[in-house]
């Protein structure tokens, strides 16, 4: 993939639908939730007439607190798992990526502060609607050695999400895949806030 990336999804709409397109502009996954089930399976696809599968990530339970996705490619070989490592919170968000039982990515936020101060404006009535414009959670995607490979940074946007996804560090094909669709993941959870 062409770095950066950019993530797009409406917040009104009944079905999440996401757009991650390259830095030349060109669609790379496409992502559109099922509604109301109650074990959670996410597809994404290379194109927006979801004719071309690529990868599935599939909960393993019916989702609470201790909920694992395994993230697989279209022939379903497993390319790594995805868990919130604690209790969703007002103030802090991990998550654990890995692979083999060996955790080989943490996702965690630059400043937990921000998405606090977000979360308060937002539910304030009319001033809410413009705190997409005034406030920026970043969300960091590293190595279990602390080395910041992947940054989404929220951008300014009034009644949908938009991430830009840099690469701040050397990753693989593989581990690449693993860590975008993560990321994909963890805003997907995190999606009404901030």
Request: proline residues 4%; glycine residues 6%.
């Amino acid at each position: 993939m062409r770095f950066p990336l950019n993530l797009s999804f409406k917040k009104l709409a009944l079905a999440p639908q996401i757009f991650v397109r390259d830095s030349d502009g060109q669609l790379q996954l496409y992502v559109k939730q099922k509604l109301f089930k109650l074990k959670e399976a996410v597809n994404v696809f290379g194109d927006e007439a979801q004719t071309r599968l690529l990868y599935t990530l599939q909960a393993d339970r019916v989702i609470d607190v201790r909920t694992r996705y395994h993230i697989r490619d279209a022939a379903g070989v497993d390319m790594g798992q995805f868990r919130r490592k604690s209790v969703r919170s007002l103030w802090k968000l991990h998550c654990e990526v890995s692979r083999n039982e060996q955790v080989v990515f943490d996702i965690r936020e630059a400043n937990p502060w921000v998405k606090v101060i977000d979360g308060l404006i937002g539910e304030i009535p009319i001033v809410g609607i413009f705190s997409g414009y005034m406030f920026h959670p970043t969300y960091n995607l590293m190595r279990p050695d602390g080395t910041v490979v992947l940054r989404a940074t929220k951008q300014p946007a009034m009644f949908e999400g938009k991430f830009t996804v840099e690469k701040l560090g050397e990753l693989d094909a593989a581990d690449e895949g693993l860590a975008v669709l993560s990321l994909l993941l963890m805003l997907l959870m995190e999606k009404n806030r901030g």
